[in-house]
Protein backbone atom coordinates (compact mmCIF):
# COMPACT_ATOMS: atom_id res chain seq x y z
CA UNK A 1 0.00 0.00 0.00
CA UNK A 2 1.35 3.40 -1.13
CA UNK A 3 -0.40 5.38 0.98
CA UNK A 4 -1.81 7.37 -1.76
CA UNK A 5 -5.85 6.72 -2.28
CA UNK A 6 -7.73 7.20 -5.92
CA UNK A 7 -10.88 6.76 -6.44
CA UNK A 8 -13.09 5.99 -8.09
CA UNK A 9 -11.32 2.89 -9.07
CA UNK A 10 -13.95 2.10 -12.07
CA UNK A 11 -15.62 4.71 -13.72
CA UNK A 12 -17.90 3.96 -17.23
CA UNK A 13 -19.52 7.47 -18.80
CA UNK A 14 -20.38 8.22 -22.73
CA UNK A 15 -18.74 10.19 -25.08
CA UNK A 16 -18.98 14.11 -23.97
CA UNK A 17 -19.59 13.51 -20.85
CA UNK A 18 -17.44 15.31 -17.84
CA UNK A 19 -16.16 12.97 -14.81
CA UNK A 20 -14.11 14.01 -11.96
CA UNK A 21 -11.16 12.01 -10.39
CA UNK A 22 -9.76 12.21 -7.11
CA UNK A 23 -6.46 11.60 -5.23
CA UNK A 24 -5.43 11.64 -1.42
CA UNK A 25 -1.78 11.95 -1.25
CA UNK A 26 0.49 9.83 1.37
CA UNK A 27 0.37 12.31 4.20
CA UNK A 28 3.08 14.71 4.33
CA UNK A 29 3.66 14.95 0.65
CA UNK A 30 3.18 18.32 -0.77
CA UNK A 31 3.70 17.44 -4.69
CA UNK A 32 1.03 15.29 -6.50
CA UNK A 33 0.92 14.27 -9.91
CA UNK A 34 -1.24 13.43 -12.61
CA UNK A 35 -0.42 10.39 -15.76
CA UNK A 36 -2.25 8.80 -18.15
CA UNK A 37 -1.66 5.68 -19.02
CA UNK A 38 -3.46 3.75 -22.39
CA UNK A 39 -3.69 0.30 -23.10
CA UNK A 40 0.42 -1.18 -22.77
CA UNK A 41 1.42 2.18 -23.45
CA UNK A 42 3.74 3.96 -21.33
CA UNK A 43 3.25 6.75 -18.99
CA UNK A 44 2.12 10.18 -20.14
CA UNK A 45 2.67 13.14 -17.69
CA UNK A 46 0.14 15.64 -17.47
CA UNK A 47 0.23 17.56 -15.04
CA UNK A 48 2.27 18.80 -11.14
CA UNK A 49 0.78 20.73 -8.16
CA UNK A 50 3.16 21.34 -5.23
CA UNK A 51 1.43 22.80 -1.91
CA UNK A 52 -1.66 23.97 -3.93
CA UNK A 53 0.24 25.41 -7.37
CA UNK A 54 0.53 24.26 -10.34
CA UNK A 55 4.63 23.38 -11.26
CA UNK A 56 4.73 21.37 -14.48
CA UNK A 57 2.72 20.84 -17.34
CA UNK A 58 2.96 17.85 -19.32
CA UNK A 59 0.65 16.92 -22.19
CA UNK A 60 -2.77 17.89 -20.76
CA UNK A 61 -5.52 18.15 -23.21
CA UNK A 62 -7.53 21.44 -22.98
CA UNK A 63 -10.37 19.46 -22.15
CA UNK A 64 -8.61 18.37 -19.25
CA UNK A 65 -8.20 20.77 -15.71
CA UNK A 66 -6.78 19.73 -12.40
CA UNK A 67 -6.27 21.77 -8.94
CA UNK A 68 -4.99 20.67 -5.59
CA UNK A 69 -7.04 22.16 -3.03
CA UNK A 70 -5.73 23.49 0.92
CA UNK A 71 -5.78 19.76 2.12
CA UNK A 72 -3.54 18.74 -0.18
CA UNK A 73 -5.91 16.20 -2.28
CA UNK A 74 -5.91 16.93 -6.00
CA UNK A 75 -8.60 16.41 -8.75
CA UNK A 76 -8.43 15.81 -12.86
CA UNK A 77 -11.43 17.03 -14.59
CA UNK A 78 -12.06 15.41 -17.57
CA UNK A 79 -14.42 16.94 -19.76
CA UNK A 80 -15.92 16.77 -23.38
CA UNK A 81 -14.71 13.07 -23.28
CA UNK A 82 -14.14 11.06 -26.36
CA UNK A 83 -13.59 6.80 -26.66
CA UNK A 84 -9.80 7.95 -27.07
CA UNK A 85 -10.03 9.35 -23.64
CA UNK A 86 -10.21 5.88 -22.05
CA UNK A 87 -7.30 4.93 -19.90
CA UNK A 88 -5.99 4.66 -16.76
CA UNK A 89 -5.09 7.65 -14.59
CA UNK A 90 -2.39 7.40 -12.51
CA UNK A 91 -2.08 10.23 -9.13
CA UNK A 92 1.27 10.28 -7.47
CA UNK A 93 2.67 12.02 -3.90
CA UNK A 94 5.94 13.01 -3.29
CA UNK A 95 7.42 14.97 -0.46
CA UNK A 96 8.89 17.82 -2.57
CA UNK A 97 8.36 17.49 -6.03
CA UNK A 98 11.87 18.65 -7.35
CA UNK A 99 12.38 15.68 -9.46
CA UNK A 100 14.97 14.04 -8.06
CA UNK A 101 12.77 12.13 -4.95
CA UNK A 102 10.69 8.61 -4.92
CA UNK A 103 6.73 8.88 -6.60
CA UNK A 104 3.98 6.87 -4.65
CA UNK A 105 2.00 6.08 -7.19
CA UNK A 106 -1.78 4.89 -6.23
CA UNK A 107 -3.74 2.08 -7.79
CA UNK A 108 -5.25 4.15 -10.73
CA UNK A 109 -8.59 4.89 -11.82
CA UNK A 110 -9.83 2.96 -14.79
CA UNK A 111 -11.76 5.39 -17.12
CA UNK A 112 -13.74 3.47 -19.85
CA UNK A 113 -15.45 5.84 -22.65
CA UNK A 114 -18.08 4.25 -24.44
CA UNK B 1 12.68 17.89 -26.54
CA UNK B 2 14.41 15.76 -24.18
CA UNK B 3 13.71 11.68 -24.35
CA UNK B 4 14.41 8.51 -22.59
CA UNK B 5 14.55 5.65 -25.10
CA UNK B 6 14.23 2.39 -23.63
CA UNK B 7 14.90 -1.38 -25.02
CA UNK B 8 14.00 -3.95 -25.66
CA UNK B 9 9.96 -3.33 -25.50
CA UNK B 10 9.73 -7.23 -24.70
CA UNK B 11 12.00 -9.58 -22.87
CA UNK B 12 11.21 -13.07 -21.65
CA UNK B 13 13.93 -14.89 -19.80
CA UNK B 14 13.94 -17.99 -18.31
CA UNK B 15 13.42 -18.42 -14.84
CA UNK B 16 17.05 -18.33 -12.94
CA UNK B 17 18.81 -16.29 -15.62
CA UNK B 18 19.67 -12.66 -15.64
CA UNK B 19 17.59 -10.11 -17.49
CA UNK B 20 18.99 -6.89 -18.20
CA UNK B 21 17.44 -3.53 -19.43
CA UNK B 22 18.86 -0.40 -21.22
CA UNK B 23 17.79 3.58 -21.19
CA UNK B 24 19.17 6.36 -23.34
CA UNK B 25 18.58 9.93 -22.15
CA UNK B 26 19.87 12.63 -23.91
CA UNK B 27 20.15 15.60 -21.49
CA UNK B 28 23.43 15.73 -20.25
CA UNK B 29 22.20 18.00 -16.95
CA UNK B 30 20.16 14.77 -15.67
CA UNK B 31 21.29 13.44 -12.76
CA UNK B 32 18.88 11.38 -11.33
CA UNK B 33 18.13 7.76 -12.99
CA UNK B 34 15.06 5.80 -10.85
CA UNK B 35 13.62 2.44 -12.15
CA UNK B 36 9.86 1.65 -11.32
CA UNK B 37 7.94 -1.76 -11.87
CA UNK B 38 4.61 -1.82 -12.35
CA UNK B 39 2.65 -4.92 -11.73
CA UNK B 40 -0.70 -6.05 -13.19
CA UNK B 41 -2.97 -3.96 -12.06
CA UNK B 42 -1.31 -2.00 -9.97
CA UNK B 43 0.73 1.71 -9.90
CA UNK B 44 4.40 1.92 -10.51
CA UNK B 45 6.77 1.58 -7.67
CA UNK B 46 10.67 2.46 -7.42
CA UNK B 47 12.22 -0.85 -6.69
CA UNK B 48 15.79 1.37 -7.53
CA UNK B 49 17.44 4.78 -8.04
CA UNK B 50 21.20 6.20 -8.87
CA UNK B 51 22.37 9.24 -8.68
CA UNK B 52 24.96 10.79 -10.88
CA UNK B 53 27.63 11.17 -8.44
CA UNK B 54 28.12 6.95 -8.35
CA UNK B 55 28.24 4.59 -11.29
CA UNK B 56 26.54 1.22 -9.54
CA UNK B 57 24.42 0.27 -7.34
CA UNK B 58 23.10 -2.43 -5.89
CA UNK B 59 20.38 -3.83 -3.78
CA UNK B 60 19.76 -8.21 -3.47
CA UNK B 61 19.47 -9.22 -6.46
CA UNK B 62 18.84 -6.27 -8.57
CA UNK B 63 21.50 -3.64 -10.08
CA UNK B 64 21.45 -0.09 -11.64
CA UNK B 65 24.37 0.91 -13.47
CA UNK B 66 25.18 4.42 -15.42
CA UNK B 67 27.92 5.59 -17.61
CA UNK B 68 27.46 9.38 -17.90
CA UNK B 69 29.65 9.52 -20.56
CA UNK B 70 27.49 7.54 -23.59
CA UNK B 71 24.27 8.95 -21.19
CA UNK B 72 22.92 5.21 -20.56
CA UNK B 73 21.66 3.21 -18.04
CA UNK B 74 20.37 -0.10 -17.34
CA UNK B 75 18.84 -2.27 -15.32
CA UNK B 76 19.84 -5.80 -14.18
CA UNK B 77 17.59 -8.55 -12.13
CA UNK B 78 19.90 -11.65 -11.65
CA UNK B 79 18.68 -15.13 -10.60
CA UNK B 80 15.02 -13.80 -12.25
CA UNK B 81 11.60 -15.37 -10.51
CA UNK B 82 8.41 -15.41 -11.39
CA UNK B 83 6.99 -12.76 -8.98
CA UNK B 84 9.51 -10.60 -11.16
CA UNK B 85 7.42 -10.44 -14.27
CA UNK B 86 6.27 -7.23 -14.85
CA UNK B 87 6.77 -4.03 -16.95
CA UNK B 88 9.66 -1.86 -15.91
CA UNK B 89 10.36 1.63 -16.46
CA UNK B 90 13.21 3.90 -16.13
CA UNK B 91 13.16 7.51 -15.85
CA UNK B 92 15.29 10.47 -15.42
CA UNK B 93 14.77 13.88 -14.33
CA UNK B 94 15.40 17.16 -16.58
CA UNK B 95 17.56 19.62 -14.72
CA UNK B 96 15.16 22.93 -15.62
CA UNK B 97 12.03 21.70 -14.74
CA UNK B 98 10.46 19.37 -12.00
CA UNK B 99 9.27 16.67 -14.43
CA UNK B 100 10.71 12.91 -14.55
CA UNK B 101 10.94 11.84 -18.16
CA UNK B 102 9.96 8.00 -18.92
CA UNK B 103 11.00 5.04 -21.14
CA UNK B 104 8.05 3.82 -22.65
CA UNK B 105 8.70 0.58 -20.26
CA UNK B 106 9.61 -3.18 -20.72
CA UNK B 107 7.35 -5.92 -20.05
CA UNK B 108 9.72 -8.85 -18.54
CA UNK B 109 8.28 -12.27 -18.65
CA UNK B 110 9.83 -14.83 -16.59
CA UNK B 111 9.21 -18.43 -17.92
CA UNK B 112 9.34 -21.81 -15.57
Known amino acids: DSGVTQTPKHLITATGQRVTLRCSPR?????VYWYQQSLDQGLQFLIQ???????AKGNILERFSAQQFPDLHSELNLSSLELGDSALYFC????FGGGTGELFFGEGSRLTVL | GENVEQHPSTLSVQEGDSAVIKCTYS??????FPWYKQELGKGPQLIID???NVGEKKDQRIAVTLNKTAKHFSLHITETQPEDSAVYFC???????????WGAGTKLIIKP
Open chain 1, 92 to 95: ASSV
Open chain 2, 91 to 101: ATNMDSNYQLI
Open chain 2, 27 to 32: DSASNY
Open chain 1, 49 to 55: YYNGEER
Open chain 2, 50 to 52: IRS
Open chain 1, 27 to 31: SGDLS
